[in-house]
């Protein structure tokens, strides 16, 4: 966990998967409202260091698992859903 600036309590990193698709930055910035330090993002170390991941859903989710192959995002997922991190 990364510590607040005031240093008085940890905010959780969250991962948001950036697959350039759906409405990525209204996640991070709800994630945020509520404590979070949520950072938009398809580097897969981050990912794999995060508290918990989030993955932004979209209606045609077979464009939308495109698009992760095509970032380089599901090996990352697959070990995040594995992990007992929250997905």
Known sequence: MIMSLSGSSPKPLIAVLDYGMGNLRSAQKGLQFVGADA??????KLIADAD?????????????????????????????VASARPF
């Open 39 to 44: 950072r938009l993002t398809n580097d897969t």
């Open 52 to 80: 918990a991941v989030v993955l932004p859903g979209v209606g045609n989710f077979g464009a939308c698992m495109a698009a992760m192959r095509e970032a380089g995002l599901e090996e990352s997922i697959h070990n995040a």
